[in-house]
């Protein structure tokens, strides 16, 4: 069975159809122009160079053009990269499509959101439930087929919902544990602690941010939409504060992008979740490809570390 990009190590060929993610033009030190290319499939991304482009192979080789590739992985200062011997982009006669190289969450649509108004139905306070019912409902497409990001975490179709459920998971087990937490905020703040992402993210192709969220950011977006879905349902009280509240300091700090700090036991969870399965789809994704008893390459978002697989170690489940 063919493995995707992924799978492939260091001094392995490469000989298969990827997506140019993404593609930006730079200039060596020669002063000739060429491109840092990051090329994908359903599996995953590496990156690589092509160097000495002309004008033609700059309009050429775009973001979301598909192209056959031949090459070797190689190592860069520690991080896959895709050195490339040849390469062409595909025609209709290569009969490949661009859905067939964007990565996916490993449930599907329906049972995410399924899920998801599953713990909606659990929440018991009428003004929580109608407003997190109302926000999900107006943006149910975006919500199951956004990224959570542009990188590092959750960065593939549907990874918004699929962090959402696995968060759910998370809470409920928590609110088990600790009969103390509200169920109703910690489960309504973990579905709407990103939505803002759906506005502020272009999609699950190419994902880039919008102007809006370059300027406003899905923490400023989500807080407007709790506010705006409160007076359009006519609610009011200290429910809706809470839930802003939530929404605010989810990233638990100033420097972290959070325009508060959690003040509320919820919040503070909340912001707790929200770290423990970023932090846990990062390592999984860079130890996917690494052999036990090896490192993996440096994970920026993870303080720049490199992760060891322990040669016991139990394989994840494969995205």
Known sequence: MDKGIKHHQVGEAVDRYLLIKTATKQIASNSKAFLTLILGDHTGEI????WGVSPEDETTFVNKTIVH???????????????IA?????????GVKINDFVRSAPLS???MLDEVNQYIFEIQNP????????????????FIESPAATKNHHEFMGGLAYHVVSMLRIAKSLTQLYPSLDPDLLYAGVILHDLGKVRELSGAIDTTYTLEGKLLGHISIGANEIAEAAKELGIDGEELLILQ???????GKGEWGSPKAPVIREA????????????????DRVLERVEPGEFSERVMALENRSFYKPTFHKKPLDL
């Open 268 to 283: 503070e969870v909340l912001h707790l979740i929200d770290n423990v399965d970023a932090k846990i789809n990062m390592m």
């Open 69 to 83: 590739i031949q090459g070797d992985v190689i190592d860069y200062r520690g991080r896959l990269q895709l050195k």
């Open 127 to 142: 003004s929580i439930q109608r407003v997190t019912r109302f926000l999900v409902k107006k943006h149910q497409q975006a």
């Open 47 to 50: 990156e690589a160079k092509l």
């Open 245 to 251: 509240h939530l929404m605010l300091s989810h990233h």
């Open 109 to 111: 649509a329906e049972e």
């Open 86 to 94: 040849s390469i062409r982009p595909t025609s209709p006669m290569d």
